[in-house]
């Protein structure tokens, strides 16, 4: 099983500066990763697909680069809306498995 | 736009059988082009994926989870079920259902219900 980790835990800053997550996963996915935003009560919503491919509707401060193994999350410039805990995924096909980080959370500081 | 609810009911006692349904709306669980999925939220913690379903009825589970899961699918309806037997507290979660897209080797979701809180507990 791939293993997905995410850092920091936790990351603090301030709202227009720039955030940077990362998601390493424990062996090769390729580019075959995504990453999701949760808030609060609300169901994760996808950003970024095939790791760099944004989802419909998602701002353009939303990024993702990175293949294999190391994986990046930046926002550009940070909106208040954009507070919520991150999570990257990778799917693997055979056998097939989705695979959750264990989540980034990004607080305001 | 799809809309996908969850329903079904928030306390199960322990060792009995969760039982929820995904109701697709905006969209068709006949779709060729997707997966429907169940995933789950422990209270404070992070995503399992549970496993999914193809509207031709194959199916897919997570290893962890595959002795006591069951989904299934309603065309007519327009509706996916999760059954999970043997539940303990550890079961405890928000259950998501999802609408499961992409390519052979690269999945993801893209449209989620709300989900809907289950509480194993005697």
């Known amino acids: 099983e791939i293993v997905m980790t995410q850092s920091p835990a936790t990351l603090s800053v301030s709202p227009g500066e720039r955030a940077t997550l990362s998601c390493r996963a424990s062996?090769?996915?390729?580019?075959?990763l995504a990453w999701y935003q949760q808030k609060p009560g609300q169901a994760p919503r996808l950003l970024i697909y095939g790791a760099s491919t944004r989802a419909t509707g998602i701002p353009a401060r939303f990024s993702g680069s990175g293949s294999g193994t190391e994986f990046t999350l930046t926002i550009s410039s940070l909106q208040s809306e954009d507070f919520a805990v991150y999570y990257c995924?990778?799917?693997?096909?055979?056998?097939?498995?989705?695979?959750f980080g264990q989540g980034t959370k990004l607080e305001i500081k | 736009q799809v809309q996908l609810q969850e329903s079904g009911p928030g306390l199960v006692k322990p060792s009995e059988t969760l039982s929820l349904t995904c109701t697709v709306s905006?969209?068709?669980?006949?779709?060729?082009?997707?997966?429907w999925s169940w995933i789950r939220q422990p209270p404070g913690k992070g995503l399992e994926w549970i496993g999914y379903?193809?509207?031709?009825?194959?199916?897919n589970y997570n290893p962890s989870l595959k002795s006591r899961v069951t989904i299934s699918v309603d065309t007519s309806k327009n509706q996916f079920s999760l059954k999970l037997s043997s539940v303990t507290a550890a079961d405890t979660a928000v259950y998501y259902c999802a609408r499961d897209r992409g390519t052979e080797y690269d999945r993801n979701f893209d449209y989620w219900g709300q989900g809907t809180l289950v509480t194993v507990s005697s």
């Open positions: 995924q990778q799917y693997n096909n055979w056998p097939p498995l989705y695979t």
């Open positions: 905006g969209g068709s669980v006949s779709s060729g082009s997707y997966y």
């Open positions: 062996q090769s996915v390729s580019s075959n």
């Open positions: 379903i193809y509207y031709s009825g194959s199916t």
